[in-house]
Nanobody, 120 residues
Framework: QVQLAESGGGLVQAGGSLRLSCAAS????????HGWYRQAPGTQRELVAT???????DYGDSVKGRFTISRDTAKNTVYLQMNSLKAEDSAVYYCYAKVYYTGYSSGDYWGQGTQVTVSS
């Protein structure tokens, strides 16, 4: 019912920047929460950043002050600007969205993931 299309991953040197995008499409009434998680090999998936329909943001402790999440509500798209990247930011980044597709029914959706690799 809902698809998440991610883009923007890749290889960057430490200290550099990348911008990720995630566009939601399908049967969307409202996106309550939209954002990014990441998972490095051998670790659990962790919060990177999310933004709610009210504009409230939440960041993982390790990215505060370096990453910024923003959104274009007309396009159902969120962006993650990642600055001052470190080797430890290397991971697969997964887009996440909690979507109401009617006024009462909702679901949690995940993208397929995009690889971010930071070389030191």
């Amino acid at each position: 019912q809902v698809q998440l299309a991610e883009s923007g991953g890749g290889l960057v040197q430490a200290g550099g920047s990348l911008r990720l995008s995630c566009a939601a499409s399908g049967s969307i009434f409202n996106i309550v929460s939209h954002g990014w998680y990441r998972q490095a090999p051998g670790t659990q998936r962790e919060l990177v950043a999310t933004i709610t329909d009210g504009g409230n943001t939440d960041y993982g402790d390790s990215v505060k002050g370096r990453f910024t999440i923003s959104r274009d509500t007309a396009k159902n798209t969120v962006y993650l600007q990642m600055n001052s990247l470190k080797a430890e930011d290397s991971a697969v980044y997964y887009c996440y969205a909690k979507v109401y597709y009617t006024g009462y029914s909702s679901g949690d959706y995940w993208g397929q993931g995009t690889q971010v690799t930071v070389s030191s």
